[in-house]
């Protein structure tokens, strides 16, 4: 990351990288534009990341701001451009978010490709709140998961499933003009505001 590897409580606030170039092979790196690792109430404001160039193919978790967001860390006017590659969980914001993370107010003008579960502003959502966000550029599945989904969309590439029951607001007010045509028309978990959803889960009763 151009920042910081890891943050515990840090508050990362208007601070701009251009033309930045990270590359690497590391399977175990966590990797974002300004930071790898947020938790514990970080947050993310108007900071941007533009006209990046990252190409980590080996890697998971990797997104234009953060690449894993945990602990109520937010995300809050934010901008990303560029190209990013990852081997999975890639967004244009976050690569990974956690339940109780939130992404806001922020855009993206991004080309991502990714194995499986990438998505415009969040490639795997633990079902964290993202609201008025836009997306803009590509998204690229290119071998799909383990079931052989896709897992990939313009606002969220992988939204983990409730089975609860329970009801809680995750997307909101958010606009996607994503191009995804690079991907088969009969490519599984591919949708223009959520990839991956309950609606593409294989549900066995009992």
């Given at each position: 990351s151009f920042v910081a590897a890891y943050?515990?409580?840090?508050?990362?606030?208007?601070?701009?990288?251009?033309?930045?170039?990270?590359?690497?092979?590391d399977t175990?790196?966590?990797?974002?534009?300004?930071?790898?690792?947020?938790?514990?109430e970080s947050s993310f404001v108007a900071c941007s990341v533009q006209d990046v160039a990252i190409n980590v193919?080996?890697?998971?978790?990797?997104g234009g701001i953060c690449g894993d967001t945990r602990t109520t860390s937010t995300v809050n006017a934010c901008f990303v451009s560029g190209d990013i590659t990852a081997d999975s969980s890639l967004g244009g914001i976050v690569g990974a978010t956690g339940k109780?993370?939130?992404v806001s107010n922020s855009h993206v003008s991004v080309n991502l490709t990714a194995a499986h579960s990438v998505g415009g502003i969040v490639g795997l959502s633990e079902r964290a709140p993202i609201d008025h966000c836009y997306a803009a550029g590509t998204v690229k599945a290119t071998r799909g998961n383990f079931d052989g989904n896709m897992c990939a969309g313009g606002i969220v590439g992988l939204l983990e499933s409730n089975w609860t029951g329970g009801y809680a607001k995750v997307l909101s007010a958010c606009v996607s003009m994503v191009d995804?045509?690079?991907?088969?028309?009969?490519?599984?978990?591919?949708?223009?505001?959520?990839?991956?959803?309950?609606?593409?889960?294989?549900?066995?009763?009992?």
């Amino acid at each position: 990351s151009f920042v910081a590897a890891y943050s515990l409580g840090t508050k990362f606030e208007n601070i701009h990288i251009y033309n930045g170039t990270l590359t690497g092979a590391d399977t175990e790196a966590v990797v974002g534009g300004i930071c790898g690792e947020a938790c514990m109430e970080s947050s993310f404001v108007a900071c941007s990341v533009q006209d990046v160039a990252i190409n980590v193919p080996h890697t998971q978790m990797v997104g234009g701001i953060c690449g894993d967001t945990r602990t109520t860390s937010t995300v809050n006017a934010c901008f990303v451009s560029g190209d990013i590659t990852a081997d999975s969980s890639l967004g244009g914001i976050v690569g990974a978010t956690g339940k109780n993370s939130t992404v806001s107010n922020s855009h993206v003008s991004v080309n991502l490709t990714a194995a499986h579960s990438v998505g415009g502003i969040v490639g795997l959502s633990e079902r964290a709140p993202i609201d008025h966000c836009y997306a803009a550029g590509t998204v690229k599945a290119t071998r799909g998961n383990f079931d052989g989904n896709m897992c990939a969309g313009g606002i969220v590439g992988l939204l983990e499933s409730n089975w609860t029951g329970g009801y809680a607001k995750v997307l909101s007010a958010c606009v996607s003009m994503v191009d995804l045509s690079a991907m088969p028309a009969d490519a599984k978990a591919v949708n223009r505001i959520a990839g991956m959803t309950i609606e593409s889960e294989k549900y066995e009763a009992g």
